[in-house]
């Protein structure tokens, strides 16, 4: 069965500072691959997902994430953090046949510090 | 446009009791899905929706869950003889094609219901 890790369970990063969100993803071949994003009091928002092509995918609010096969790894990264940005931000994947069921990681709580 | 929303946002029930919790997905939307967010964790599948048929329902932790969407919008998630172990958030997504068509459309999520089981 397919799994997602997110191992920062809280970073801590000060606005204006560059901000690295760690996913890694087990499963027989490339899923989908997607980035969420989950305010206090809001719905899962999508930051930006990667079907095929261009392993560099580029999103809302300024964030981009990579995808790297050999590594199963499609790392969130967003250069200067605003304070807006503090939330939980979920990796999350689909798998290619039938059915687009999302799994998703267990998340990571970003914090911003003034 | 207005999007997923779900009622009511917040139930309190006592362990034992029956409850319902409501979804109205994007108007159009063929596609319909249930998450439960347990504290700390991320969403976990459910169980979606093709118009009116339940495609998949292998997330269902038991039987004491079941999900109906009878005229392919609206959707009730419902959760006989409630446990404590059932309180959790849980969510609600629309996608604007049925996934099993080969097209990856987004999943649009509502704001949740939260639900507290006594």
């Known amino acids: 069965a397919q799994s997602v890790t997110q191992p920062d369970i809280h970073i801590t990063v000060s606005e204006g500072a560059s901000l690295e969100l760690r996913c890694n993803y087990s499963?027989?071949?490339?899923?989908?691959l997607f980035w969420y994003v989950q305010s206090p009091g809001q719905g899962l928002q999508l930051l930006l997902k990667y079907f095929s092509g261009d392993t560099l995918v580029q999103g809302i609010k300024g964030f981009e994430a990579e995808f790297k096969r050999s590594q199963s790894s499609f790392n969130l990264r967003k250069p200067s953090v605003h304070w807006s940005d503090a939330a939980e931000y979920f990796c999350?994947?689909?798998?290619?046949?039938?059915?687009?069921?999302?799994?998703f990681g267990g998340g990571t709580r970003v914090l911003v510090k003034p | 446009g207005a999007g997923v929303s779900q009622t009511p946002s917040n139930k309190v029930t006592e362990k034992g009791k029956y409850v319902e919790l409501r979804c109205d997905p994007i108007?159009?939307?063929?596609?319909l899905y249930w998450y439960r967010q347990s504290l700390g964790q991320g969403p976990e599948f459910l169980i979606y929706f093709q118009g009116t048929g339940a495609a998949d329902d292998s997330g269902l932790p038991n039987d004491r869950f079941f999900a109906v969407r009878p005229e392919g919008s609206v959707s009730t998630l419902k959760i006989q003889r409630t446990e404590r172990g059932d309180s959790a958030v849980y969510l609600c997504?629309?996608?604007?094609?049925?996934?099993?068509?080969?097209?990856?459309?987004?999943?649009?999520f509502g704001p949740g219901t939260r639900l507290l089981v006594l």
């Open positions: 999350a994947v689909a798998p290619k046949a039938a059915g687009n069921k999302l799994t």
């Open positions: 108007s159009g939307h063929t596609a």
């Open positions: 499963y027989g071949a490339t899923p989908y």
């Open positions: 997504a629309s996608s604007s094609l049925p996934p099993l068509a080969g097209g990856l459309e987004t999943q649009y």
